[in-house]
């Protein structure tokens, strides 16, 4: 059994009697199986928009060396026993728990945060009322903040992958649709994470391991003969049980690069960190029928869900986690801030799309001064700090991106938003850093110089979080040389950034375990 690699072309709105008949016609074949290697969404020509699909055709009529898919992540059985606690259970943390488990190590799952069904529940009766729920929002809870996102699992890193289709499958035997193994753009989507989420948590339970939800990492103390005693508590408002003194062999901590106390506490224990480049600006938001008439010339595209944008200009400035169809949500880890992020659901059929539009920075710069890596967390917090102030709660300052390049700001506020609290009227200038705005608004003026209508939009919030400020020194596999057996992984360790990333952070750390 031979097999034969096609590059095809097909219509949006292809249907598999399409792709065979093609197949059939290419190769000459009847009888055959084919793999997606491949399938992107060529929009160069706006009158000629199609897929590209790059096809493994599989055949006993074909001669040659049969077909292989990538080799898979061997997951080797532990060979001694241990005890491993994972903090965390986004991404990163539930991989390094599901691979842990897999190698028949004991695992107990540590988050702060309830249950995926409570958290949710949490955050809609926080965007009824406005009662913040401490930790069960948008950053904490299982699933990390990954959970309410558009689900991109898109890498930029081109070394992970033995990790990226476990990754993969582990997602899709979840619940996932199967195309995010060949989508050059895969996405998850909110609805579709809460089901992932609870999945993937079942698996785990299956093969072993643990979890103690509402249960909040206060400390850890190193014992004399190797390994960790944990300091937690409840988490306030959790309905999770005391499991104070907890002691495990290795320790992976996991905890998202949201939670400014976990990491001032492990910083406070001794665990290096330093300052690093991160990124600040706000979300802009459209009706997403302008990114559809701007992208592909028409309102919408059989066999599309909607129109996406990634945009970079001078001066270090980009978008960042664009959400067709999708929402700004406020995403604050700490009742005393405000910030928003974006999220949307699998068919990113909503009304608006957003997306963040940033600006490279280091800590110092804000200061004025070389900073602390404490500091800098102190330095983002007191600007999360302001909008709270300025938005009296949870209300998302705003402008119209027409009024802020013409240094008219606010200008003229929409009637309706996705943000489930009130836009307030206000000028950037009295609320972002003041050497930032020149930069952000040049930026600015170039994406709607590249996309018609973009203009129209409005800029609402802080973004503030689509990377960390701080970052750990570790090693590669996420162990620190000055604490043999604890790991610090994904967002939280400032070396991984989204889904992908992060999960795969965190199966190199479980791997190093398993094979120590």
Request: net charge neutral; hydrophobic share 40%; aromatic share 8%.
């Amino acid at each position: 059994m031979g097999y034969k690699r096609y590059q095809l072309s097909l219509p949006t709105d292809y249907g598999e009697e399409d792709l065979l008949g093609l197949l059939r016609k290419k190769s000459g074949l009847t009888e055959f199986r084919y793999v997606i290697e491949k399938k992107s969404l060529d929009a160069r020509q706006k009158r000629e928009i199609h897929w590209l699909l790059s096809i493994v055709l599989i055949s006993d009529q074909l001669s040659g060396e049969p077909w292989a898919a990538p080799a898979p992540l061997n997951v080797p059985k532990k060979r001694s026993p241990c005890h491993v606690v994972v903090v965390g259970s986004g991404p990163a943390g539930i991989f390094s728990a599901l691979v842990l488990a897999e190698a028949g190590c004991s695992v107990t799952v540590i988050e702060r945060g309830s249950r995926i069904e409570k958290r949710k529940r949490d955050i809609d009766v926080f965007e009824a009322d406005s009662t913040f729920p401490l930790c069960n929002n948008y950053a904490f809870g299982e699933g990390g903040a990954g959970a309410f996102s558009d689900g991109k699992l898109t890498s930029r890193s081109k070394h992970i992958g033995p990790e990226r289709a476990f990754i993969h499958k582990a997602f899709i035997e979840a619940g996932a649709p199967e195309e995010i193994a060949w989508l050059a753009h895969p996405h998850l989507g909110s609805d579709n994470l809460f089901r992932i989420t609870r999945a993937l948590r079942a698996k785990v339970g299956t093969l072993g391991g643990s979890f103690a939800f509402d249960t909040f990492l206060e400390g850890f103390t190193r014992l004399s003969g190797g390994g960790f005693r944990l300091s937690c508590k409840k988490s306030i408002g959790g309905e999770g049980s005391e499991i104070d003194g907890i002691e495990c062999d290795y320790l992976i901590i996991a905890c998202g690069h949201s939670a400014d106390d976990t990491i001032a506490m492990m910083i406070h224990s001794g665990i290096p960190y330093r300052t690093k480049n991160f990124a600040l600006g706000f979300r802009v938001e459209h009706e997403q029928r302008v990114i559809n008439h701007a992208q592909w010339g028409s309102s919408s595209l059989p066999g599309v869900k909607a129109a996406e944008y990634r945009l970079t200009a001078a001066d270090n400035v980009y978008t960042f986690c664009m959400c067709p169809g999708g929402r700004v949500v406020p995403a604050a880890a700490f009742s005393d801030r405000n910030i928003v992020n974006g999220m949307s659901n699998y068919y990113r059929d909503g009304r608006f799309a957003n997306a963040a539009v940033v600006a490279g920075l280091h800590p110092d710069q804000l200061a004025g001064r070389p900073v602390s890596p404490p500091e800098a967390l102190e330095l983002l917090a007191n600007l999360e700090r302001r909008f709270v102030q300025t938005g009296n709660g949870y209300a998302a300052p705003a402008a119209s991106i027409s009024a802020f390049l013409a240094g008219k700001a606010p200008g003229m506020l929409p009637q309706e938003s996705s943000y489930p609290f009130p836009l307030i009227p206000a000028d950037p200038e009295a609320l972002y850093p003041k050497f930032l705005l020149p930069r952000l608004r040049r930026g600015l003026a170039q994406f709607c110089s590249k996309i018609r209508g973009f203009d129209t939009g409005t800029i609402l919030g802080l973004e503030s979080r689509t990377s960390s400020s701080v970052q750990v020194l570790r090693e590669q596999d996420g162990s620190i040389p000055q604490f043999p057996g604890l790991f610090v992984v994904g967002e939280a360790s400032g070396w991984a950034g989204g889904i992908v990333s992060s999960a795969a952070d965190g199966i190199r750390a479980a791997m190093t375990v398993v094979g120590s």
